[in-house]
Structures are given as structure tokens and as C-alpha cells.
């Protein structure tokens, strides 16, 4: 049974995804969570890093809506299709989470690009904050590891609870950026989730206002979580027609 050790509700902070707004996150750190417990916690919007669970919490935005995407009806894009394609000679694996110099050094080159491309912080992330972030002992963890010739070029963090996946992180190799890994990657969890009679893909928040976010809603059908659910409540899953800040969908590239 889970263990809470602190819960936190941040002050207002600059938000990371929209421009001049501000952002507060509710945090608990939690230790002996089950993969049962885990999977109601994302049920009702949570994420997790470690032993860390959080979610938004803003009064004055609700802009970070949940998605997650019923892998028994999801019907892939061309332009998914399309990158699964070009994936088709990278070997998957699906292990227990681990870091080693392998793991750091290709995660280190991924956040130098993101730091050219998007503006990103200066990566600082050591082995022991990567083992904490990633590795941390937990029953629902996995890593989904993709190597091309036998060489490791992007790697999934995943959890995997009786009835969903949730897809916490990945990062790939700049060289290898026309492979549009980013994309294969999901199609590959929701594939994995088929294959272990899991019901979902949780694909984290979806903020159709931020360009780096959007893609999350390609992923269709999907459906978006109503609200923030307390523990007593039932969480309400809705398509995007029928949720309050339904927005079209992005068009098909």
C-alpha cells in the first residue's frame, strides 16, 4: 500500500509551456506504490518521475488535459505509418529501467539538440539524478531500448500497470533524427500495450496551444480526462468532441 512521505502544492511559477502564464503543480513523494495503486493515479491525471507523482493544479488555466489513447481501436496516420516504416530494421527490447555510460551519453546528445533547437536549460542531469528520475525501484517500471545495428539510439521510460501503459520519457540520437523515432516510439508502446492486453496509452498532457505538445493529438481516437478527480472520484473520460476545451484536431501531415 502506498506510503505518502510529503505532498506539496507549489507557489505560482512561470509556466513552461505558455508564454506569460503562471503555473502551480501538486506534488506527492510516495514510497511501496502498487502498479494497481498506480494505475488509479493515472486514471485521475497523474504523472509520475521516480518516487514523485504530480499534476497540475492551476486556478486560472486547466490547459494540461490529460490524453490517453484505447489501443484496441487506434487507427494510425499515414504520416505514423509512414515513420513506423522507416523503423522497420531497429530492434526493441523491454527490460527493467537501468543507466550506464551507454544510456548517458546518448542522453546528454539528445539534450544538447534540444537546447539548440527549443531553448532548453543547460543539461545537468548526473548518473545518480538519471538512476533517481528513471531507475527507481517501482513494479509497473520498464525501459523500451531501440538499436539500429546494434547500436543503442533512443530509449523509452514506460510504466506498465494492469490495465495501461504510460509512456514517461524518451530520448533518441541526433544523428539518427530522420527516423522520426519520436513518433515510432509511441506507435511501438501502443503495439507493446496490445500484445499484454493493456487497455490504454497514456501519453501525458496535451496542450493544444504549445507547438511542441500538439503532436500528442494525432494519436487517435484518444480521449481526454474531465477535471481533476480526487480519489473518491470516478474519472470521467471523454473524446475531444464532448471535452470542454475540445479543439479541432490537428490535420494529417
Known amino acids: 500500500m502506498a506510503r505518502l512521505l510529503e505532498q506539496i502544492v507549489s507557489p505560482p511559477q512561470p509556466c513552461t509551456y505558455l508564454p506569460g502564464l503562471e503555473a502551480v503543480m501538486e506534488t506527492r513523494v510516495m514510497l511501496e506504490v502498487s502498479a494497481a ?35 484496441n481501436t487506434f487507427a494510425p496516420t499515414h504520416s505514423q ?25 546518448l542522453y546528454h546528445r539528445w539534450h544538447a539538440m534540444r537546447e539548440a533547437d527549443r531553448g532548453w ?12 528520475q528513471f531507475c527507481f525501484p517501482h513494479p509497473a517500471a520498464r525501459e523500451m531500448t531501440y538499436r539500429l545495428d546494434g547500436k543503442l539510439i533512443g530509449v523509452g521510460i514506460v510504466d506498465e500497470t494492469p490495465a495501461a501503459l504510460s509512456s514517461v520519457y524518451f530520448y533518441f540520437d541526433p544523428q539518427h533524427r530522420r527516423l522520426s523515432l519520436g513518433v515510432a516510439s509511441a506507435l511501438l508502446e501502443i503495439a507493446h500495450a496490445q500484445r499484454r492486453g493493456r487497455r490504454w496509452l497514456y501519453l501525458g498532457y496535451r496542450v493544444q496551444a504549445c507547438p511542441s505538445l500538439q503532436y500528442k493529438g494525432t494519436f487517435g481516437p484518444h480521449e481526454l480526462l474531465v477535471g ?20 479541432p484536431p490537428a490535420a494529417d501531415g
Open 121 to 132: 536549460t543547460g543539461d545537468t542531469v548526473t548518473h545518480e539524478q538519471y538512476a533517481m
Open 228 to 247: 481533476r478527480p480526487e480519489p473518491d472520484d470516478e474519472p470521467r473520460w471523454v473524446p475531444p468532441p464532448e471535452h470542454p476545451l475540445a479543439a
Open 37 to 71: 495503486e498506480l494505475d488509479a493515479l493515472l486514471a485521475r491525471g497523474w504523472r509520475r518521475f521516480g518516487p514523485t507523482y504530480f499534476r497540475p493544479r492551476c486556478r486560472a488555466c486547466a490547459e494540461c488535459v490529460s490524453l490517453r489513447v484505447p489501443v
Open 81 to 105: 505509418l509512414r515513420a513506423l516504416r522507416k523503423c522497420r530494421d531497429v530492434e526493441v527490447h523491454v527490460g527493467v529501467p537501468r543507466v550506464d555510460t551507454e544510456r548517458m551519453d
